[in-house]
């Protein structure tokens, strides 16, 4: 258990409607990523988060997609109007500071879009 | 830009015996961190082994050790004594300083391990 959790796991919808995904950290660390992982690929950067802070994005982040980490404790990424290409798993995850400024990753939210 | 390369899709191993994973990277910085990080299907990723690039000592964590190649920028995984649990994709990272002040991941396409009973 890596202290991250993700929810839904899995994500089907249809071309258009908006999603939102949740990761939600079992204890308070205040650097916190997003990553987006296409089949065949390893884990590309969208986004990070310090505290409540968003201090970088990827171009990768288009303005269909937002992430907000309000309170600096749990955050939520939604992307609007979803397309194909939106399909991947979309990974948390968190740089814990006890533990040597390590990366510990969520178990993804797989979404699929029809 | 920091770039890292995997260019094993897929290995083999028969259980019991040793396999070496392949990673180079490229990079014009000096101070850098290189990680091995396993993804098992359907699973959270997980950290495997980890080496600071001013370190000369080669990583070694129970059966999986590294060769780090700092001139040659080749950093691979060895995994001896293969156990069916090892099955899994591998992903090689590399770790700079992000623009905003912050550690920054890049990571390599992945090598899928398969370990034959």
């Not at chain 1, 993700?6 to 908006?18: E, L, M, V």
């Not at chain 1, 992430?67 to 814990?96: H, V």
């Not at chain 1, 990366?103 to 797989?110: A, H, L, M």
């Not at chain 2, 259980?15 to 993804?39: G, I, N, P, R």
Request: hydrophobic letters at 30%.
């Amino acid at each position: 258990d890596t202290g991250v959790s993700q929810d839904p796991r899995h994500k089907i919808t249809k071309r258009g409607q908006n999603v939102t995904f949740r990761c939600d950290p079992i204890s308070e660390h205040n650097r916190l990523y997003w990553y987006r992982q296409t089949l065949g690929q390893g884990p590309e950067f969208l986004t990070y988060f310090q505290n409540e802070a968003q201090l970088e994005k990827s171009r990768l982040l288009s303005d269909r997609f937002s992430a907000e980490r309000p309170k600096g404790s749990f955050s939520t990424l939604e992307i609007q109007r979803t397309e194909q290409g939106d399909s991947a798993m979309y990974l948390c995850a968190l740089l814990k500071r006890e533990m040597g400024n390590e990366q510990f990753f969520g178990p993804g939210t797989r979404l699929t879009v029809l | 830009a920091q770039t890292v390369t995997q260019s094993q899709p897929e290995m083999s191993v028969q259980e019991a015996e040793t396999v070496t994973l392949s990673c180079t990277y490229d990079t014009s910085e000096s101070d850098y961190y290189l990680f091995w990080y396993k993804q098992p299907p359907s699973r959270q990723m997980i950290l495997v082994i980890r080496q600071e690039a001013y370190k000369q000592q080669n990583a070694t964590e129970n059966r999986f050790s590294v060769n780090f190649q700092k001139a040659a920028k080749s950093f691979s995984l060895k995994i001896s004594d293969s156990q069916l649990g090892d099955a899994a994709m591998y992903f090689c990272a590399y770790r700079s300083w992000g623009t905003s002040g912050t550690y920054k991941y890049i990571f390599g396409t992945g090598t899928r391990l398969k370990v034959l009973a």
